[in-house]
């Protein structure tokens, strides 16, 4: 049986399929909309039965699936706590409550600008424990901003 798998996005507003790709013979995940024809061939593909969509995204934050999985710790401040426990961001999700109120995120995920647009998105409420390499992008990126508003002179 053939299946096409579509994936919504929602920071995007945007959804994606799934399908393999002759140019580069593998599988893509394709935005929808960036689809500009689409021509029937006679040629067949048939899904192989032993693929599972759950599992060729299970370490993507969100519709990028390529990169490394890294351990990502991330520490919520005791006022966004609540929603961090109360949702299931992603499957691999670890929660530590600490005795001050917050709350520890432990994560196996790809490092993709989805998860950092995330982690950035709560702002100061969050803290990259680890790795490394993703907390110094998040002072750059801080930094970088910090600079943006210097400049237009409203600090």
């Not at 960036?34 to 061939?41: D, N």
């Not at 110094?136 to 943006?148: G, I, Q, Y």
Request: aromatic share 10%; glycine share 4%.
């Amino acid at each position: 049986m053939n299946r096409i798998f579509f994936e919504p996005a929602a920071p995007g507003h945007a959804s994606y399929v799934i399908a393999y790709c002759h140019r580069t013979n593998s599988l893509r995940t394709f935005k929808i909309e960036r689809i500009e024809a689409i021509e029937p061939t006679a040629e067949a593909y048939t899904i192989p039965p032993d693929f599972d969509p759950n599992a060729f995204l299970s370490s993507s934050w969100g519709i990028v699936v390529k990169g490394e999985v890294k351990t990502i710790r991330l520490k919520f401040a005791p006022q966004i706590a609540r929603i961090m426990e109360e949702t299931v961001w992603h499957p691999s999700q670890v929660l530590e409550k600490q005795s001050d109120g917050s709350v520890i995120m432990t994560l196996r995920v790809t490092d993709t600008v989805e998860l950092n647009s995330w982690i950035l998105g709560w702002g100061e409420k969050v803290e990259v424990l680890e790795p490394a390499e993703i907390r110094e992008k998040m002072v750059r990126t801080a930094k970088a901003m910090l600079d943006v508003y210097q400049k237009s002179g409203n600090l």
